[in-house]
């Protein structure tokens, strides 16, 4: 098979080396057909018929070659999905092809297995990029270097692309002996399941008999040091001493341009219409995307910290390349507890800081409206002190002021590209990402759309009202149901709304209907695909899943 692939090209070349002669023959030959200088003379039939003859044969065979070579090396798409990416490669083309399989949530591990293919294609390593729902047992079995990219979401749970490889490859230990492994698995050791999805993987893939590659490197929370080591591994299985250093995602400078309490007199958390812009350059995004934000403390709690350790902070302290003061740093990292930092002097401690981790928060615009919109909840601890990024967010930082955000793309929660029709489930702050899904379809002119919401109060917990109001009395909004959970005795939520809709959400998902859910993932996220596996079967509600008819962003 390699050896076609290899035989095919050459002869590929020879038939492009045969194009230039072909039309020096035929130029020759339409020259002695009496083509003289600067005036044309019909060189008459037998030499029209021999001119073609030579065209017609050259053009077979070229289409031929071309054909047998497949789509990949003709510098088309190999694949129908959007999600693989496959090269040929100029060093190593003799070699297995890597494939790198990922399974993300909210984007991440999607954008590092990219990183992980181009890695390998600048090595010169022939490889491919798909997403794990693209991938069955037998494609593993064929597979004789496998690099897997993969988080955990929920509790310990695979991200939805993942679930029906989970459920169904993973269900019992396959036989792979011929595979060879590596796994970067990404999690954040908050949660009780550290890794949860990425070590059950690593378990099944021992039980069926692949070989490790090399120790899986397990990632908390983004941890830079986890990453190089992944690419010393890569540039190991690349034989090359060393790869080009991944760029970290940068944050950018962005404004915070304007900020709206939306929930006066809520029963709930005080929640938040943000508008921020780019302060370098422009931004691009889809519906569906998220935004990584790079949150800072107050500056009375960073002042505090300071003056409670005696330490100056117009000190100008080293950090990563950077020279902050010290007051700038602290405000973006972990403050060290009491007696952390006993006796150090400003630049000791620079050096034992930490970033503190990015907080995500869903867009809730598209790019026309020119700036990024976000829904945030003002979140409290127990001691009634907001929460470090929505704090920073929604009372610290001044309007005007500079945010380091940076927009994650999020193609699991895109909505379908054609016109089928649409519902959107979601509460809270979940409106956030559904309003960017619908501006997006009613500017493209898709007015199928159903909206199931819920909050606590009508007349105080609804946000963007007017806007929704209008698209519903224009028609580009089909139908809104919504579940104000504190109007009555009983709390009544959004899946009640579903449950009650049972018949025309039938009916929509009959006419290919899509599903997207955001909000909360504990309470609002099992109890609607409790629903919709009672209402459509669950049968069918994995086949929307696997279809990519079922999206989730919930958190
Ligand atoms: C994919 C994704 C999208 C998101 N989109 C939005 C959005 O559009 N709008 C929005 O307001 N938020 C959104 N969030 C949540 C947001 O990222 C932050 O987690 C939230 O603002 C709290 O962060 P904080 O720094 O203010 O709180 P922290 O300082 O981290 O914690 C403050 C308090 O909140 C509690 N807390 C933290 N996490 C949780 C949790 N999961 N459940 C319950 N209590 C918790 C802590 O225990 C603590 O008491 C999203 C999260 C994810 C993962
Ligand atoms: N992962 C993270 O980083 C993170 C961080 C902070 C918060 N969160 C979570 O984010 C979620 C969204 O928060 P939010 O402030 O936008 O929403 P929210 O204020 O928690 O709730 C919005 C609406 O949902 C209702 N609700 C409560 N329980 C429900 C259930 N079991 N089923 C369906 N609806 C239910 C609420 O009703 P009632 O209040 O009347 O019961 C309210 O009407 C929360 O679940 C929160 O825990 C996640
Ligand atoms: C709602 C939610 C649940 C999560 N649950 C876990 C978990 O159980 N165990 C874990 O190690 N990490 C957990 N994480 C952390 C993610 O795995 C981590 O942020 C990862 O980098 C996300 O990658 P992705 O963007 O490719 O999905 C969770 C994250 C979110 C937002």
């Known amino acids: 098979m390699k050896r076609d692939r290899d035989t095919f090209g050459r002869l590929a070349a020879v038939s492009n080396g045969m194009l230039l002669t072909t039309f020096g023959l035929l130029a020759a030959l339409l020259w002695y057909c009496r083509v003289e200088a600067l005036q044309w003379h019909d060189p008459g039939r037998r030499c029209w018929l021999a001119a073609a003859g030579l065209l017609g ?40 092809p890597v494939r790198v399989f990922y399974a993300s949530q ?27 729902d693209a991938s069955t047992l037998a494609t593993l079995r064929d597979t004789s270097r496998a690099l897997f990219v993969v988080s955990t979401t929920g509790d310990g749970e695979p991200p939805d692309m993942a679930v029906a490889f989970a459920r169904q490859a993973m269900a019992n230990a396959a036989d792979l002996h011929g595979v060879r492994y590596g796994l970067l698995a990404l999690g954040d050791s908050d949660y009780d399941e550290f890794c949860g999805f990425g070590r059950q993987l690593q378990r099944w893939l021992r039980a069926s008999g ?78 569906g995307d998220l935004v990584d934000i790079g949150p800072r403390h107050a500056p009375a709690d960073v002042a505090q910290w300071l003056s409670a350790h005696a330490l100056d902070g117009n000190v100008t302290v080293m950090f990563e390349k950077e020279s902050p003061t010290l007051s700038n ?27 503190l981790p990015h907080r995500e928060y869903s867009i809730a615009s598209v790019p026309a409206d020119g700036a990024i919109h976000l829904l945030v909840r003002r979140q409290g601890n127990l001691d009634g002190t907001p929460g470090i990024g929505s704090g920073w967010l929604t009372m610290h930082a001044s309007i005007g002021s500079e945010i380091a955000l940076r927009v994650r793309r999020n193609a699991a929660f895109h909505a379908p590209a054609d016109a089928r029709p649409l519902i959107l489930i979601g509460n809270g702050t979940g409106m956030a990402a559904l309003r960017a899904l619908l501006k997006e379809r009613i500017d493209a002119g898709r007015y199928r759309n159903w909206l199931l919401y819920g909050e606590r109060q ?35 939520y959004v899946q009640h709304r579903l449950r009650q809709a049972a018949d025309t959400l039938r009916e929509w998902v009959a006419a290919g209907a899509a599903i997207q859910v955001c909000g909360s993932l504990q309470g609002m996220a099992p109890a609607v695909d409790a629903v919709l596996g009672e209402v459509l079967g669950d049968t069918a509600l994995e086949q929307l899943r696997e279809t990519g008819r079922y999206r989730r962003d919930v958190y």
Do not use: K
Request: proline residues 7%; charged residues 20%.
């Open 106 to 132: 909210t984007g991440l591990a999607e954008q590092l297995a990219r990183q992980t293919w181009q890695s390998l294609q600048t090595a010169g390593v022939p490889s491919r990029v798909d997403a794990i």
């Open 57 to 96: 044969s050259w053009m077979v065979l070229v289409g031929w070659f071309r054909h047998r070579r497949g789509p990949a090396e003709n510098g088309e798409t190999a694949s129908a999905t959007p999600a693989s990416q496959t090269a040929a490669a100029p060093v190593s083309a003799v070699a297995d």
């Open 458 to 492: 009508q007349a105080h917990d609804f946000p963007y009202r007017d806007e929704i109001s209008q698209w519903l009395a224009r028609g580009q909004l089909e139908r809104a149901d919504f579940a104000w959970s504190r109007e009555q005795a009983e709390r009544v």
């Open 210 to 287: 692949a070989q490790a590659l090399f120790d899986p490197v397990e990632v908390d929370d983004e941890d830079a040091a986890a990453l190089r080591h992944w690419q010393h591994h890569l540039a190991a299985l690349c034989d090359v001493r060393d790869l080009p250093d991944w760029q970290p995602p940068r944050y950018q400078p962005w404004q915070l341009a304007e900020r709206r309490l939306l929930n006066a007199g809520s029963l709930g958390g005080p929640c938040f219409h943000l508008a921020l812009r780019p302060l370098q350059g422009a931004a691009s995004w889809q519906a």
């Open 329 to 355: 740093l602290l405000a973006r990292c972990r403050l060290p507890a009491p007696g952390e930092m006993t006796g150090l002097d400003e630049v000791a401690v620079a050096a034992r800081l930490q970033l």
